[in-house]
């Protein structure tokens, strides 16, 4: 499956049995319930796109969403028909914890931002076995607090975060674990487990609950499931998912009401039930009659109320199953619980390379817990959403010309692996890349359907564009696809022609959409806007520009020359199986030959600086180049290719004879064996010149990995007039200092991982071609000379060093957090965030961002220079228990 041969496990059996159509689908059920749907794109109905207004946090638990659903610790089927998830409450709070509570894009001094801790701490491929923890205060949770210090400060104040109020003090809050483990493939037990870590006997209320996606008010679908009440057991029935029954040990009390909107609160007009949404929350909150007596509904929840000591743990035992005798929760579901975590640390130790230190391999399990629980389900028919449903009123006239409106044609309902479960609720493109890569480890199958999914006709644009993300499909993310299909295959053994062919024929018409729509001049320098890189630049890289201008940039064309040399060697692979590909793999290497001439000879290299940059150019000939030492004038080093003996026979006369003729230059023979040959951007003299900049550790090389920005501008920041207007970019090691792109993102000075990972790859493609041949001086200026594998593994020690603990027991992804730093029930619980600090390695952006974030798992599974005793990968575990 991966690179290395693992043994065959009960999970890999498992794997196997999901995957081959037949009745054991054992991830037919998984945690595909979002942790937000609120403030999301598809549940905006507004005329301005003001996403986080229409629906806010406060009218979340009253409104029925038409897409999608969230909850903590949820879990549901692989259509979304039901959910199952966790709410909370300690007894002062205003509201039930139903959901994660955080900051609109608005409100946050650096953008949206939730104010919670909870983490991912276990997870098979198949969610055979999981393990969810959230830390709850047991003090009032201070919603009005974290929004008005929030709002209060400026971009150049730390955020406000709920660690800050307080509320954590004397160790006052609960400790909620929640395990799953899976009996059968439709057989599910929950265990939660909770803690008091206070000084004090505190009481909890515990609601596990069950509803159904509201599918039915719409007006497109006018079938109603139900859930009712037996005895204390909660019966569902919908003719599409079948008859399930969640049982709960002792005598919990049934709540029941409605997946309805509560119209009342949120419009002031009459309800059409008068057990909305909102009421099992208003009846355990404030007592009121807003819960069915006859003990029906489409939402219900099994309440507990649990009296802990202090330092004392409950235990509360559940199962969801089909109906079929008496629910075990006793020697079987302890049985289940025990057999399937056994199972999920047979799983990782044969996962996890011999030597990998305890640390590491913690790392590693969290890392890939995390990607796996960002699985969600993800509904969105845009033409649907543009007209609206027949059951409502007709959406402004202004959304068919506004948000999305030139991609009727998508219609997405899948299974989809997440940026970030809360701040980033909904598929990018590129970001998904890089989650494969990582997903190939451990279930190469889904990755694979990832891949291909988003060059399917409901995804695809019909000009051959990929979406980017709901907030804008038509906004330009790197090509980073065809790469990140080569990583599927190598991880997966490099067997599957089927997929290669697959994903090679739909990416075809993408190739074309970005030679025809970002090359406009047709001069092999390309465009393409922000390219996910958000403010990297002096301005919006994706805003028109002054009449006569044009951006010609330096990343843009490295993605380009990266992309062709992918679908160069792609298509000599399948030349094995078919030499009509041949033609293929001349094409694209004639494409990656012609945009690397141009970008080494019309401008993109600067001689002087021995850097790229990008350039404006205008239509009278002027040329000015934007002198900016960051990432963009990196990327040229990914676009690199060895062909080796066995593929170069086939082409030898075909692609190296012309491009020996052509562009002697873009082929350098290796002096001592002449089975090898690279193809790249950067020729060798370039290549020493440009990491002399990039390895500096007073430009680019930090402690934890490669800096967005060079730290050079921290004292020499760039200056530009563009249309009348003083432009400016510094280094920024931290939060943004810009309002551009919301303030929520910064590319200008932290590290962040998807360039890392392919900096370290494209360091170690180098050092296969050229080996010893070649060195560099690393750190640049320390007088030592290594190879570019060695500097590659310097560079992943960095970067995998941000999670572990250093010399002195800290993490430097806590930064300066001491209750992270020092505190045992923290310590271990290992937040993989968007982008780190430049400087400290402090995690900073979105908080769960374990999707490209994951690439950490990679580093650690490429390390080859372990000598520490391997060890299982360890799991913070739930305590010992009494049962309530």
């Given at each position: 499956?991966a ?10 059996a498992?794997l ?8 054991q ?11 937000r ?6 549940e ?6 003001e996403?986080?207004?229409?629906l ?14 969230e ?6 089927d ?9 709410a909370?409450?300690?007894g002062v ?6 959901r994660?509570f955080g900051?609109?894009g ?9 104010k919670?801790?909870?983490w ?5 491929p198949?969610?055979?076995w ?6 709850y ?10 929004v008005?210090?929030n ?9 406000y975060?709920l ?8 160790g ?9 483990a899976k ?13 008091n ?5 505190a009481?909890l ?17 006018p079938y109603?499931p139900e ?6 057991r909660?019966?569902?029935?919908h ?9 709960g040990?002792g005598t ?22 008068p ?13 009121a ?9 489409t939402?219900?929840a ?6 802990v ?5 409950r235990?509360?035992?559940?199962r969801?199953s ?6 075990d ?13 056994e ?10 390379p ?17 990607l ?10 845009v033409r649907?959403w543009?007209d609206g449903d027949p059951?409502?009123?007709p959406?402004p ?6 948000r ?9 309902a899948?299974?989809i692996?997440?940026p970030d479960?809360?701040e980033?609720?909904?598929?990018a493109?590129?970001?998904l890349?890089?989650?494969t890569?990582?997903?190939?480890h ?6 694979k ?16 564009q990929?979406p980017?993300?709901?907030?804008a ?7 980073v696809?065809?790469w990140a ?5 190598r991880i ?6 089927d997929f ?13 959409w970005?030679?025809?729509r970002?090359?406009?001049?047709g001069?092999?320098?390309?465009e393409?806007g ?6 990297i630049g ?5 805003a ?14 490295a993605?380009?020359?990266m992309y ?6 792609m298509?000599?692979v ?6 009509t590909y041949e033609?293929?793999a001349?094409k694209?290497?004639?494409?990656a030959i ?18 790229y ?8 000939g002027?040329?000015l180049?934007l002198?900016?030492?960051?990432m ?13 003996e066995?593929?170069l026979?086939?082409?030898r ?8 003729e052509?562009a ?8 001592t064996?002449?089975?090898r040959h690279?193809l790249?951007l950067?020729?060798p ?12 550790e ?13 730290a050079w501008?921290?004292d ?14 510094d ?14 993102s910064?590319w200008?000075?932290p590290?962040?991982f998807?360039?890392?990972y ?6 170690r493609?180098f050092?296969?071609?050229?080996g010893a ?13 290594r190879?570019l ?14 999670f ?5 027991g800290r993490r ?8 992270f730093?020092?505190d045992?029930?923290?310590?271990d619980?290992?937040p993989?965030?968007?982008?780190f600090h430049?400087?400290?390695?402090a995690?900073?952006?979105a ?10 798992a990679n580093?650690i ?10 060890r ?5 575990q739930?305590?010992?228990?009494a049962?309530?």
């Amino acid at each position: 499956m991966a690179q290395q041969q693992h043994p065959v496990t009960a999970e890999h059996a498992r794997l196997a049995a999901a995957h081959d159509g037949g009745e054991q689908d054992w991830a037919a059920w998984g945690p595909y319930l979002s942790e937000r749907a609120w403030g999301t794109v598809r549940e905006d109905y507004s005329a301005t796109g003001e996403a986080w207004d229409f629906l806010p946090h406060d009218a979340a638990r009253s409104k029925a969403y038409r897409w999608n659903e969230e909850g903590l610790a949820g879990v549901c089927d692989r259509d979304q028909t039901w959910c199952l998830a966790l709410a909370l409450w300690n007894g002062v709070d205003p509201i039930l914890k139903e959901r994660v509570f955080g900051l609109a894009g608005p409100e946050g001094n650096h953008g949206e931002d939730a104010k919670e801790y909870w983490w991912y701490l276990d997870s098979t491929p198949t969610h055979s076995w999981m393990r969810w923890r959230y830390h709850y205060p047991q003090r009032e949770f201070p919603y009005t607090d974290l929004v008005q210090q929030n709002r209060a400060r400026g971009k150049d104040d730390p955020e406000y975060e709920l660690v800050d109020t307080g509320i954590f003090d004397e160790g006052r809050f609960w400790a909620v674990t929640v395990d799953y483990a899976k009996a059968g493939p439709t057989d599910l037990c929950m265990r939660v487990t909770v803690r008091n870590h206070g000084p004090e006997e505190a009481t909890l209320h515990v609601l596990p609950t069950l509803w159904f996606r509201n599918t039915w008010a719409w007006g497109r679908d006018p079938y109603r499931p139900e859930i009712r009440a037996e005895d204390h057991r909660l019966v569902a029935v919908h003719h599409g998912s079948g008859p399930l029954v969640l049982a709960g040990d002792g005598t919990p009390e049934p709540l029941f009401c409605e997946n309805e909107t509560n119209l009342q609160r949120l419009y002031g007009v009459a309800n059409t039930t008068p057990f909305p949404k909102d009421g099992i929350n208003d009846r355990i909150v404030h007592g009121a009659a807003t819960v069915n007596p006859d003990g029906t509904g489409t939402r219900a929840a099994l309440h507990y109320t649990v009296t802990v000591p202090a330092g004392g743990s409950r235990e509360i035992r559940l199962r969801l199953s089909r109906p079929s005798g008496e629910p075990d929760l006793a020697g079987g579901f302890a049985w289940t619980m025990q057999a399937r975590e056994e199972e999920a640390d047979e799983y990782y130790r044969a996962l996890t390379p011999a030597g990998t230190s305890a640390d590491e391999a913690r790392v590693l399990r969290q890392a890939l817990a995390g990607l796996l629980w960002s699985k969600q389900y993800y509904a969105y028919d845009v033409r649907e959403w543009l007209d609206g449903d027949p059951a409502g009123p007709p959406p402004p006239p202004e959304r068919q010309r506004g948000r999305n409106s030139g991609w009727k044609h998508v219609i997405n309902a899948d299974v989809i692996s997440m940026p970030d479960t809360w701040e980033y609720p909904w598929y990018a493109a590129w970001d998904l890349a890089f989650h494969t890569a990582v997903l190939a480890h451990v279930d190469p199958r889904f990755a694979k359907d990832q891949l291909l999914l988003m060059a399917n006709e409901r995804y695809m644009h019909p000009n051959g564009q990929l979406p980017a993300y709901e907030w804008a499909f038509g906004d330009v993310n790197p090509p980073v696809h065809a790469w990140a299909a080569l990583e599927v295959f190598r991880i997966d053994g490099g067997t599957d022609t089927d997929f290669l062919e697959r994903i090679f024929h739909k990416l075809i018409a993408n190739f074309t959409w970005w030679l025809n729509r970002k090359d406009p001049d047709g001069n092999n320098l390309f465009e393409g806007g922000f390219l996910g890189l958000d403010n990297i630049g002096l301005f919006d890289r994706s805003a028109p520009l002054p009449s006569g201008v044009h951006l010609e940039q330096a990343d843009s064309t490295a993605w380009m020359v990266m992309y062709a040399l992918d679908m160069f060697r792609m298509a000599l692979v399948l030349a094995e199986h078919d030499p009509t590909y041949e033609d293929m793999a001349i094409k694209f290497a004639r494409h990656a030959i012609t945009i690397t001439i141009t970008a080494n000879q019309l401008g993109l290299w600067d001689e002087e600086d021995g850097f790229y940059y990008d350039r404006l150019r205008t239509d009278d000939g002027r040329v000015l180049e934007l002198k900016v030492r960051s990432m963009v004038g990196v990327v040229p080093l990914f676009a690199v290719a060895v062909v080796g003996e066995r593929r170069l026979a086939q082409l030898r006369h075909l692609v190296l004879t012309w491009a020996r003729e052509h562009a002697p230059e873009m082929v350098e023979v290796v002096e001592t064996d002449e089975r090898r040959h690279v193809l790249s951007l950067i020729r060798p003299d370039r290549l020493v010149r440009v990491l002399g900049t990039v390895l500096d550790e007073a430009e680019f090389l930090s402690p934890h990995g490669l800096r967005s920005m060079s730290a050079w501008h921290r004292d020499h920041p760039l200056h530009v007039q563009l249309g009348g207007n003083d432009l400016s970019v510094d280094y920024e090691p931290g939060e943004s200092h810009t309002v551009m792109f919301g303030g929520n993102s910064n590319w200008r000075g932290p590290v962040w991982f998807p360039l890392n990972y392919l900096a370290v790859q494209a360091l170690r493609t180098f050092e296969h071609e050229y080996g010893a041949r070649l060195t560099v001086e690393h750190p640049t200026g320390s007088g030592r000379q290594r190879r570019l594998g060695e500097v590659a593994d310097d560079l992943s020690r960095r970067l995998v060093s941000v999670f572990c603990d250093d010399a002195q027991g800290r993490r430097p992804v806590f930064g300066d957090c001491e209750l992270f730093q020092t505190d045992p029930a923290w310590h271990d619980l290992i937040p993989f965030h968007e982008y780190f600090h430049g400087d400290t390695g402090a995690g900073l952006g979105a908080g769960h961002q374990t999707g490209w974030t994951a690439l950490v798992a990679n580093l650690i599974l490429q390390r080859g220079d372990r000598t520490a005793t391997p060890r299982p990968a360890a799991v913070p575990q739930a305590e010992p228990v009494a049962r309530p």
